[in-house]
């Protein structure tokens, strides 16, 4: 599967933004997708994981009660609506995708990445 994630910019803080990752291939609904970040002199970290269904979600205490991420099976879309953004969360987003059914929040295990998005939010 190829992915390919969308939707960053510069925001300010306390603005919202919604990340799309466009998934290549008739199997998406198999993937088990997550979202991470790499902010600027730090290693990347997971941000939010959705189940293949999505039925199952999963995030980082960082981003929990701002970010929602959720799926589109029909278009082969994954999400990541951002809410309350703060300076901290300014950082290059990846969409990820494993074959499996559950959640995967483990970096290592993801096969499939995007190629990120530029997130930048200002005080």
């Known amino acids: 599967v190829q992915l390919q994630a969308s939707g960053g910019g510069l925001v300010q803080a306390g603005d919202s933004l919604r990340l799309s990752c466009a998934a290549s291939?008739?199997?998406?609904?198999?993937?088990?997708m997550g979202w991470f970040r790499q902010a600027p002199g730090k290693e990347r970290e997971f941000v939010a994981a959705?189940?293949?269904?999505?039925?199952?979600?999963y995030y980082a205490d960082s981003v929990k009660g701002r970010f929602t991420v959720s799926r589109d099976n029909a278009k082969n879309t994954l999400y990541l609506q951002m809410n309350s953004l703060k300076p901290e969360d300014t950082a290059v987003y990846y969409c990820a995708a494993e074959q499996t059914y559950g959640l995967v929040t483990v970096q290592s295990s993801y096969e499939f990445w995007g190629q990120g998005t530029q997130v930048t939010v200002s005080s």
């Open positions: 291939g008739r199997t998406y609904s198999r993937y088990a």
């Open positions: 959705i189940s293949s269904s999505g039925s199952s979600t």
